[in-house]
């Protein structure tokens, strides 16, 4: 078959069959394909042609499929959008890219999209500018405009071509949330025509496709018609409403800068994709969106530590409490396969409860989650410890009971195995001391509630080599946690931020401040909870131990002495500064306060302060490591760019 003249391209390649289908398989630099500027470019060109080749009838359609394992394309290329965010150069680039997916659209032949893996932001927004998608309905295909996540909405045309296939409601939702569909989901949203069961499926349905000239349909009008006439400006109400809940104007304005893009233009989604230029630009350069990249770029290089090419199957827990059930049952549901101890089968069992409701939310197959509670076993003797490759101790917060439980570990140990301890205030060196290898015990320290908080502190003590923090880093990757490295120093880096801002609430609220004013206060300068809530979530006695390690004073008969007296001890008891009834803090009205941002940034100044001093400290190699572990342990305003950026900028 003699093949067309094509342009050498780096991020596409094409071939032409014996049917006069065009094969266009995208691999762009990286493991991720993304949509570089490049790389649209060069499609400019590659479309060019195609318009070319179907004009004189050698060219029947065109099937683009990914030739990257990782996926289909994981969106544009983000590390270009600090220089995309000039204004002197986005629109025209915007432009251009609306034009091109407009041409690919205008196509006279079928152009037809094989979706596998990530197909996110602007890779699904080529998807929805060709014909035709057929996707793979595996566990690894993932559909969806994470844009908010930056700060931004989709820009090249998402828009206007999510509401005319799923219809406004359900695009919009999509688009508001970030939230990544499964295949089947993205099926039934129509935003995805057809499904297949493998990869290898893909080329012969999408040929398929183009051969009958097949054509995605549009939504419905019983879809359509919730943007219709005023029926538009109630729903965009309630959307505003909805994203009023989750986050203030000033903090993210992508989500409500979309809803009144919808409101303008949401019944006619050309519209709609000719309005995105001009309310895109402005979120592309705001301060949002410029710390919202750092922090995503933060995030994505503490993906990339760790030793390379350790494999961990069996992790082994000692301490079936709080913390060490959960930790157990998070590995399990990781894949790993956990033995867990503690001093008897009575106190085993409740974590193992626990356990199975985590498998049950979090898994959608019975026979997955049978595997996990299979995976998760309780091993009141210890037999685990020999065969482990990871060995976590998460007993009671004393020296002389963690020295004891390591010193009968050491000749039990698998070479090579890692050995952690979960403690929170207790220096490593003083655990390791009497270990024949002290420099075998590193910390992993996780956070309550250990499936919903990302961050783990790998602690390194004065004893440990490179190689022994670089496994742990690696483990906390494998179970799909974010992993910091600090210096052992009492309170390491989250708990020592976090402590003065809390004890500084909690002083204001005993010289009589309104607890739900400070509480309303924090959250109106971006925290995701107040300090008093977070107070009672963390636990009293919890909060207190750890302050008084610090060496931070609870006055005795304070308030907060006589309530960890009176075992009220938070949300755990059902009350603590305040009562808690189904997980819920009871609140009363919030006083009138002219500046509660202000006052917010008031309280959070110790921690801003603190997480100064914990860097010139050394506990955390740089500013970009404190600012994004202060974020995932703490929950600190993203929108910020974390404390140290805040301060920067003059916002802390
Ligand atoms: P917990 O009191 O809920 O659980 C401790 C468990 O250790 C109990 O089940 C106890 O029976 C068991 N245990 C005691 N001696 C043992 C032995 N010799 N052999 C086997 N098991 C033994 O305590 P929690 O809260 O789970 O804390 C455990 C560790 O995690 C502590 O070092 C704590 O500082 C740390 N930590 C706690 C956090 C929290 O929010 N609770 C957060 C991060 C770390």
Redesign the pocket.
């Known amino acids: 078959m003699i093949q067309p003249q094509m342009p050498e391209t780096k991020n596409w390649s094409f071939h032409r069959d014996v049917e006069k289908l065009g094969w266009l398989t995208i691999n762009t630099p990286g493991p991720v394909n993304t949509l570089s500027r490049e790389a649209i470019t060069e499609l400019e060109v590659l479309v060019t042609r195609f318009e070319a080749l179907a004009e004189s009838g050698e060219l029947v359609g065109v099937i683009l499929l990914s030739g990257k394992d990782s996926g289909f394309i994981a969106g544009a290329d983000v590390s270009e959008f600090d220089a995309m965010s000039d204004f002197s150069v986005l629109p025209e680039a915007l432009k251009r890219t609306h034009a091109l997916f407009a041409r690919i659209e205008k196509l006279k032949i079928p152009v037809v999209a094989g979706i596998h893996g990530f197909c996110l932001g602007g890779g699904l927004e080529l998807a929805l500018a060709c014909h035709y998608r057929v996707a793979v309905n595996d566990d690894k295909t993932r559909i969806g405009f994470p844009e908010v996540g930056l700060g931004i909405f989709p820009g090249f045309g998402g828009t206007g071509r999510s509401i005319r296939q799923a219809g406004p409601v359900d695009a919009m939702q999509i688009m508001l949330t970030g939230k990544m569909l499964r295949a089947g989901a993205a099926r039934g949203l129509n935003l995805v025509d057809k499904l297949v069961r493998h990869r290898d499926m893909l080329r012969w349905e999408a040929r398929k496709a183009v051969l009958q000239k097949r054509k995605s349909t549009e939504a419905g009008f019983l879809k359509r018609v919730m943007a219709m006439g005023p029926l538009r400006g109630y729903v965009a109400g309630k959307m505003k409403e909805q994203a009023g809940k989750k986050a203030r104007v000033e903090h993210y304005p992508a989500p409500y800068a979309l809803i009144e893009l919808f409101e303008a233009h949401g019944n006619d989604w050309k519209a709609m994709i000719a309005g995105e230029v001009d309310a895109f630009v402005p979120l592309m350069g705001s301060d949002t969106a410029t710390n919202l990249r750092r922090v995503f770029f933060a995030s994505e290089a503490l993906k990339k530590q760790g030793t390379k090419g350790v494999k961990f199957a069996r992790v082994h827990v ?7 059930g959960d930790i157990a049952a998070w590995c399990a549901l990781k894949g790993m396969s956990v033995t867990l ?3 008897d089968m009575e ?1 085993i069992q409740p974590a193992l409860d626990r356990g199975k409701k985590l498998f049950k939310k979090r898994l959608r197959k019975k026979h997955e989650v049978d595997a996990a509670v299979l995976r998760l076993e309780a091993d009141p003797n210890g037999k685990g410890v020999s065969r482990a490759d990871v060995i976590i101790e ?4 004393k020296l002389e ?1 963690k020295q004891s ?1 390591f010193s009968g570990l050491e000749d039990r140990l698998k070479p090579g195995a890692i050995l952690a ?5 207790i220096e490593l060196e003083r655990i390791a001391e009497k270990l024949k290898q002290p420099e075998r015990l590193i910390g992993l ?4 509630p250990v499936a919903q908080l990302p961050l783990v502190e790998v602690i390194r003590s004065t004893f440990n080599t490179d190689a022994e923090i670089g496994k742990g880093a690696a483990f906390a990757l494998a179970i799909g946690k974010s992993p910091v490295v600090v210096k052992s120093a009492p309170g390491f880096l989250v708990n020592r931020v976090l402590m003065p801002y809390m004890l500084g609430a909690v002083q204001r609220v005993e010289a009589g401040e309104s607890k739900e004013m400070l509480d309303a206060a924090a959250v109106a300068f971006g925290m995701p909870m107040g300090p008093i809530e977070l107070m009672d979530t ?2 009293l006695d ?1 909060g207190k131990s750890v302050a008084t390690e610090l060496g931070h004073g609870v006055p005795e008969g304070s308030q907060f002495d006589r309530l960890v007296k009176e075992g009220k001890l938070g949300r755990k008891t059902g009350e603590g500064f305040y009562k808690w009834v189904d997980g819920k803090a009871q609140k009363g009205e919030v006083p009138a306060h002219g500046d509660l941002a202000g006052l917010g940034r008031e309280l959070v100044k110790p921690l801003v302060d603190m997480t100064e001093v914990v860097l010139a400290e050394g506990v955390v190699a740089n500013e970009g490591l404190a600012d994004i572990g202060v974020i995932m342990g703490t929950g600190f305003a993203p929108f910020l760019g974390g404390p140290l950026k805040a301060r920067k900028d003059g916002k802390a």
């Not at 301890?421 to 205030?425: I, Q």
């Not at 320290?445 to 309550?448: A, S, T, V």
């Open positions: 000692i301490g079936a409490g709080v913390m060490g101890q503690d001093l106190r998460a007993v009671v917060e009971v439980i301890t979960n403690t929170s205030s320290h996780f956070f309550n963390v636990g919890v």
